[in-house]
């Protein structure tokens, strides 16, 4: 057990000599930096608008900066470990703001639903850039995160797997459609060393997962399955303790539903309409986190959460205060990777290679050995 509490600390790779083993030896990558550039302007460009397109969405401004007061900064999980950057802002006034940088923008977006004037059915995506500093920095973690982050209306109706599942099909179809349409710019992507995404991915509960590899921690767990069963994945219900007494991983309490009780497909209960979709990663050989996504949660499941998580001093918040107070639609929304998505369809072996941010010097040292040009 012990093995698994460690499993749900971090990304999973704790040390710089791990890193180098399991970067590739004879990696080189197919496009140069100049070409890396222009690819990068044409998938993100092609994302953006499928999703638009396939999700109703419309683009919008989104906070670098947001008021500590306010609660709408993203704690990412819910043992308060992973803590935002602070400092005081507004020069010559008492008492100053305490502005915090975003770790996500998931909460902003839901009430930005109410300032844009969403219907049902409409929502919005932004091109959200975040700092997280408590990450381990290896090669698809980073202190710097770039997301689409997407939120859209919904009625108490859609709250329900089906339409969690649709969302998902979407969101892949665009995904899909990006390596095909990168693929036509520059044919030697389509490489036959690495094969392409599936047109479908698959769904499995986090429970049937732990049914599968009783005995494997999550993260193999997931390895275990993008590798040898299904390629793409997205995993249901994660945040809720399943049969072993532990969480397919940790979710901060006040935005994605995660104790909603719903059942598998072969109808075994379970709870939580949220997920992740991931995928095998050719390049690197291991699996490749996509997306973290759900069906937000209502007043009565955020007050539940609040409980089981031991935050209900939270409620007392204005983001908190809109959900219970029925100020801000229900929604449901995600964050796609930006950089975990391009350095995908692009074959990179390193974030690195498609975004400019701070790394250690012993893992820029380990990347030039192993011919992967990190950008500087």
Known sequence: MADKKADLAGPGISTYPEVEKILPNDYKSILDPKET???LSAVKRY???GLCKELHLFRVEVPLIVDRESGVNDYLDRDG???PIEFPCGLGIEPRITGQVVQAATKWKRSALKQFNCKVGEGIVTDMRAVRKDYFLDHDHSSYVDQWDWEKVITSEDRNLNYLKDTVRKIWKVIKG???????EFPKLKDPRFPNLPDELVFVHAEEMLDRFPDLPRKQRETKYVKDIAPAIFII???????DGYPHEMRAADYDDWVTPTVTDKGKPAHGLNGDILVWNPVTKRRHELTSMGIRVTKETLKQQLQLSGQLDFLKLPYHQA???DQIPLSIGGGIGQSRTTMLLLRKAHLGEVSVTVWPKQLKDICRKKNINVLE
């Open 237 to 243: 219900g994660i945040g809720w303790v399943l049969q």
């Open 81 to 83: 470990s992973r803590t």
């Open 178 to 184: 990006a390596e095909v349409f990168i693929q036509k």
């Open 323 to 325: 959900i219970l107070n």
């Open 37 to 39: 550039q222009i690819a």
């Open 47 to 49: 994302i953006e608008d």
